[in-house]
Each structure stands twice: as C-alpha cells, then as structure tokens.
C-alpha cells in the first residue's frame, strides 16, 4: 500500500508564476489536508478537502490561493502569482475518514519544497 | 484555535535519555500526536496516546500525559545518532485539523 505520495518533491518559480502542487492520498482515504511548513517552523493547517468539497479553508490565504480535490485524480493545491513569502515547504496528509478506528491520525507525504526567486 | 508549545532544541548524549517536552491548549482533543521529522523529509508518525491515558510506552518511547496541566512529554531511552531529528506533538481540534507545536530539534552528540 503506497503512502501519500506528493509531486513535485521541489518547485522553483519565479515572483509572478503559478505553482501546482499535487497529492494523492493514500489507497482508501477520502480525507486530504494541505499544511504549510515554513522556515524553521511547525506546520500550519491550511485546508481540508473531501471529494469533491471543500470542507475548511480556514487556513488559507484570501488571495492567490485554492485546493481542490476531485472525483478523479490528486488534490490540487495551487499558488497564483507566488511571491517570495511563499517560499515554504507543503504537506499534504490523509486519513480515511470518520469510519476508521482512529479517525484523527494523518498520513504526511513527503511534501513540496517551493522556492520563488 | 489551539496553541501548542515546544522547547526549541534539545542536546543529549547517544545512549542517555531525551525528554521532549509539550503544552496544549484544547482539552478535548481524543488524541495527542508525536511526529518526527528528518533534515528535507515529511513527517513519520512515532506514537500517539488516547486522551484516557497517562502513560503508554512502546519500545524505547514512553509517552507522558497530564490532562490537568496539558502536558505532554515524550521520553526516548537509550537515545542514538538515528534519533537526531526534529520532533513535533500535535493535537486535533474536533474538526480533525491538527494544530503543531514549533518542533524540538533534538541533536544527539557521539
């Protein structure tokens, strides 16, 4: 059973570009979560998706920021226009869901190190 | 939302034991988490404990719980090179989104 796998493992872009980052979540989880990692921190929550929804953004920036997570295929998390504070790097995690037995634990991926120039 | 507090560094000698300490805000987390976190890779699950408990220990991890002070410790015996990481506690909110402390880079001298 692969684990969460995530692509690319590092990203650069330029001030102004898009960066995709992808996630697929391990084999049978419904649940993904994006998290931030920046510079000698711990991780900040950014987003919870189930298929297809949106479950809780409230970690996400307003702007320049969305996820998604559809039917078919990874989740998404995408940065509009980076600048260098994006600089960081995301995780993304999953569980299966309220059904398991330990419905909380998280499964990390690897996680996408992002460098804007 | 939650805040979840770490001592930043901790120095040991291989073969002593190390004591990571953590604070917690939400008491009604189910469970309490301990992450580990090599130099460039993702977090690696350790241990957890359920929130009835005050103690579980597995293998060289012994996991400290005390609901009344919020506190949380992990305790590594015996500790090794290996063991040189940084180590996160994390607790979730009732809405599954976990909340991290800063980390604890824990550095093991030869």
């Known amino acids: 059973n692969a684990g969460v796998m995530q692509n690319p493992r590092h990203l650069v872009r330029r001030r102004g570009q898009e960066a995709r980052l992808r996630c697929s979540p391990m084999k049978g989880h419904s649940h993904v979560y994006w998290y931030r990692q920046l510079p000698e921190e711990g991780l900040k929550f950014m987003v919870y998706l189930q298929k297809e929804n949106i479950i809780d953004e409230s970690g996400m920036p307003k702007e320049r920021f969305s996820a998604e997570f559809p039917k078919e295929g990874p989740s998404i998390l995408r940065i509009q226009q980076v600048v260098r504070g994006d600089s960081a790097a995301y995780f993304c995690?999953?569980?299966?869901?309220?059904?398991?037995?330990?419905?909380?634990?998280?499964?990390f991926g690897p996680g996408t190190r992002l460098t804007v120039l | 939302g939650e805040d979840v507090e770490q001592s930043l560094f901790l120095s040991v000698r291989e073969g002593d034991s190390s004591v990571i300490n953590c604070t917690y805000t939400d008491s009604s987390s189910t469970y309490l988490y301990w992450y580990k976190q090599e130099p460039g890779a993702g977090l690696q699950l350790l241990t957890y404990i359920f929130s009835n408990m005050d103690m579980k220990q597995d293998q060289r991890l012994t996991v400290l719980l005390n609901k009344k002070d919020k506190h949380l410790s992990l305790r590594i015996a015996d500790t090794q090179t290996g063991d040189s990481a940084i180590y996160f506690c994390?607790?979730?909110?009732?809405?599954?989104?976990?909340?991290f402390g800063s980390g604890t880079k824990l550095n093991v001298k030869p």
């Open positions: 994390a607790e979730p909110d009732n809405f599954n989104k976990f909340y």
């Open positions: 995690a999953s569980s299966p869901g309220a059904l398991s037995g330990r419905a909380n634990e998280q499964f």
